[in-house]
């Protein structure tokens, strides 16, 4: 093998792959058999985040950034002028299991450049998981992104290698997309998606009556939007989020700040800030209407179109719905607890729980972890000297930033400096 020739691909092709957020591991129960090599089942894969937000316990490489498109956003894409380079099948299989015996990885995420046409690429994709599920019986974790306008046999094909398939739908918008990735068709990004979900859902109906039935993609399928390349706003985003989640059934939508790494007079300008804190709202948005029972259009509507920089989302919904506060504490059923902002849904749990047995009062709470700086102005307990009803939505937002340690905060106040 040459070595220096393999480390100058693994430069380029890590490289190229760093714009893809969506490799979250979670979710796969792929076992150890037949003493094979990796295990993905329950906690077999850790997560590791860089500061950022990003997975790093993967290999996550591009099997090639040849690209025949020219999407806009893309570092990768045919006009622009980088250094080009691809893995053969076996090159890709080779680190794998190497990165692996070391403990480097939990797994390979593997995406690629479209080169001749999307089923010759998904075929390669395809032999690399292949391989190693199959000749090196390799059970750790794998990603593979689908190439979309990829045939549904080929669709079918990756599913039973792979834990998780994704198709990055890019562009939250039809229009945006149409600007951006004129080549491309909407209906390219579906098709797969489709075939993906009705598979899974074959996969989980013949699992049920049959004692084996071949794995197919246990960890389900997730796409990802860029966000801040288009004047698209959050409710573009998140409406486009949860249309996806439903129709799709999709483990998880994946938010990714712009990163302007092109000139380009259709994108934001080199040199524009990635707009992290938005990536981070867009996360919170994500959650609560997963977890907390929100429905998008309380958060996200004709008359706020945007979420708040200065403030995460339930804060930004509570101050603007003051009329259903306070929430006692003691009686509330669990949907309106879980909006109250300082509480997660481990404390409204135990709040449930705790609440069986005894008036909980301001020193139960806090000893149950509620954030009470800020739960305190939305919601009554079994000791009241602590509260005040008459401030305004603006006044109980000053008097949460003050006290607040969030660390946007000081990002938010030195943006807000400079004007
Ligand atoms: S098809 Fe994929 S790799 Fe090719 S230019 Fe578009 S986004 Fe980049």
């Not at 139960?364 to 005040?388: Q, T």
Request: glycine share 6%.
């Amino acid at each position: 093998m040459d070595f220096e020739r393999i480390r100058e691909k693994l430069t380029i092709l890590a490289d190229a792959a760093k714009y893809d957020v969506s490799c979250s591991s979670s979710g796969s129960n792929r076992k150890n058999t037949n003493k094979g090599l990796g295990d993905s089942s329950g906690m077999g894969i850790c997560h590791s985040y860089a500061e950022d937000g990003r997975c790093i316990s993967l290999l996550k490489i591009l099997l090639t950034n040849h690209c025949i498109y020219d999407c806009a956003y893309c570092v990768s894409r045919k006009s622009n002028d980088i250094k080009r380079a691809a893995f053969k099948i076996q090159e890709v299989v080779d680190l794998t299991i190497n990165f692996y015996r070391r403990n480097y990885i939990e797994g390979l995420f593997l995406s690629s450049g479209i080169f001749h046409n999307p089923d010759y690429t998904m075929e390669r994709l395809i032999a690399v998981a292949k391989k190693l599920r199959l000749e090196e019986n390799f059970n750790g974790y794998i990603h593979l992104k689908s190439i979309p306008g990829a045939s549904d046999e080929l669709m079918r094909k990756a599913g039973l290698y792979a834990d998780r398939l994704s198709v990055n739908i890019e562009v939250p918008t039809i229009s945006g997309l149409k600007l951006l990735a004129p080549e491309k068709d909407h209906k390219d990004f579906i098709k797969p998606m489709e075939k993906v979900k009705n598979e899974i859902i074959q996969y989980n109906s013949e699992k049920k009556l049959l004692k084996t039935v071949p794995k197919y993609a246990p960890a389900g399928q997730s796409t990802q939007m860029i966000v801040g390349a288009t004047g698209e706003s959050d409710k573009d985003v998140m409406y486009s989020a949860v249309h996806y989640y439903a129709k799709y059934n999709m483990k998880r939508v994946y938010y990714s700040g712009y990163v302007p790494v092109l000139e380009d007079k259709r994108l934001p300008a080199l040199g524009t800030a990635v707009p992290m804190l938005r990536e981070n709202r867009l996360y919170q948005t994500d959650w609560l209407l997963r977890f907390y029972g929100f429905d998008v259009r309380e958060l996200l509507n004709n008359n706020h179109l945007n979420l708040d920089v200065d403030i995460d989302p339930k804060l930004s919904w509570a101050l603007r719905n003051l009329d259903q506060f306070p929430i006692d504490i003691n009686k509330a059923e669990k949907r309106m607890l879980a909006r109250i902002p300082g509480l997660g849904m481990k404390s409204v749990n135990k709040i449930i729980q705790a609440r069986r047995y005894r008036k909980l009062n301001l020193e139960n709470l806090k000893a149950i972890g509620v954030a009470f700086n800020r739960a305190k102005y939305f919601m009554i307990c079994d000791s009241r000297d602590w509260e005040k009803r008459d401030l305004t939505a603006e006044k109980i937002k000053s008097m949460i930033l003050q006290n607040s340690q969030s660390k946007y905060q000081k990002l938010y106040n030195s943006q807000l400096s400079l004007f």
